[in-house]
């Protein structure tokens, strides 16, 4: 291991945080921030996230990197000896690779500077409940906004030494969906008396499904997913309540309201049919990644010219990323980085390949060299 940022992300990977808690890690990013040359930046904590601002030598734009910098409250089933510290948390969407990337590029361009200054965000709560959104209306977007803004996701689908991207859209709308259900209960062996709400959770998941199936154009692409259902007490209380939490995704903004009002619909369906009372909450919500047209073209093209890595034109997924939001403000794009993992994203044995760090710190200084020169 003679990347120093192989080490950096081992020691992150140890210590993941949920969403605006990332208060060691943000200790973590600013120590190793402050061992670097001085004379040109100029640091901003925001929240649990910094801003880190490269003064280039003669600047006519600035240009952005953005790195996520939360984990997942997952517990992690790795054995590997640098496996997270922290009970039911886990950097298991790569994060830890996006911030020593991140540190990488950022130590690159302090020793050899490009012509245009740099802004580099770390962003905390992507996975929930978003920090791109709050962080674009901060003080120091207004003063240090970007002209671009670029970003990478680790893909465990494809090789290390191969990208993935697309002009427009690359990952969907997202909403996350909380449904609380309250009914009567009662004693196991007096149904009659009662309002089930496991009964009536159990009937709503199956209808939910039927959204995606009867009411979304085949051709278009939507996603309903339950990932946690709680209710009742013990096994012979009939339960009075139910929560179901899962996410929306969407391939447009008209199928996210198309969506919305048929979830709307079919739970008062259930409200009426159960006799209970069922509230929605929408929790958070991510506007699609929409990437620039010309600015990814040229960018695969330039990594395809120079040879740097496998550029593959994607197809766009249904994951979510909040910084949709930073795109819809400002020209980028976000790409693929191939880390070759048997287990996905988002999966508690998730073992990205650290070669991928080494690769994308060189695509990425090669790429700013290029462009910010
Ligand atoms: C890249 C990725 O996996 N992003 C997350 C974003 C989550 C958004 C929100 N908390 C939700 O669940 O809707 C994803 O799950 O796609």
Redesign the pocket.
Same mark, same amino acid.
């Given at each position: 291991m003679s990347n120093p940022f192989v080490q950096i992300r081992r020691d992150l990977h140890q210590i993941p945080e949920l969403g605006f808690q990332e208060f060691k890690t943000q200790k973590y990013l600013l120590s190793y921030i402050e061992s670097l040359p001085k004379e040109r930046l100029e640091v901003r904590k925001w929240e649990t996230g910094l801003f880190v601002k490269v003064h280039g030598l003669n600047p006519r734009k600035i240009i952005g990197y953005r790195a996520d910098i939360d984990g997942l409250p997952i517990k992690e089933e790795t054995e590997l000896p640098f496996h997270s510290t922290h009970a039911e948390q886990m950097h298991a969407?790569g994060h830890d690779f996006h911030m020593s990337i991140g540190l990488g590029v950022l130590t690159h361009i302090v020793h050899h500077p490009i012509q245009d200054d740099m802004l580099f965000i770390f962003q905390p709560a =992507? =996975? &929930?409940p978003g920090g791109a959104e709050p962080m674009l209306k901060s003080r120091e977007m207004e003063e240090w906004k970007p002209d671009m803004i670029i970003a990478l #996701?680790i893909a465990p689908e494809y090789p290390v030494g191969t990208i993935a991207t697309r002009e427009g859209l690359l990952f969907a709308n +997202? /909403? =996350?969906l909380f449904i609380d259900l309250v009914g009567k209960g009662g004693h196991a062996a007096y149904p009659h008396q009662t309002n089930d709400m496991v009964i009536a959770a159990c009937s709503l998941v199956s209808q939910l499904q039927t959204v995606i199936s009867r009411n979304i154009d085949p051709l278009d692409s939507a996603v309903i997913t339950i990932g946690k259902i709680t209710g009742g007490t013990v096994q012979n209380v009939i339960a009075e309540k139910a929560r179901l939490e899962g +996410?929306i995704r969407t391939l447009s903004v008209d199928s996210m309201k198309k969506v919305k009002n048929r979830i709307e619909s079919i739970v008062q369906g259930i409200a009426t049919g159960y006799e209970c009372e069922v509230k929605i909450d929408y929790g /958070?919500m991510?506007h699609q990644v929409y990437n620039d047209h010309s600015l990814t073209r040229e960018f695969m093209n330039y990594v395809e010219e120079q040879s740097l890595v496998r550029v593959i034109e994607c197809k766009e997924a249904m +994951? &979510? =990323?909040d910084f949709g939001y930073m795109l819809e403000k400002i020209p980028g794009f976000m790409f693929w980085l191939g880390v070759e993992s048997e287990f996905g994203? #988002?999966h508690s044995k998730l073992n990205p390949n650290e070669d991928a760090i080494e690769k994308a710190i060189m695509l990425l200084t090669a790429y700013l060299n290029y462009k910010g020169n």
């Open positions: 969407c =992507e =996975e &929930g #996701h +997202t /909403s =996350e +996410t /958070s991510y +994951t &979510g =990323e994203l #988002h």
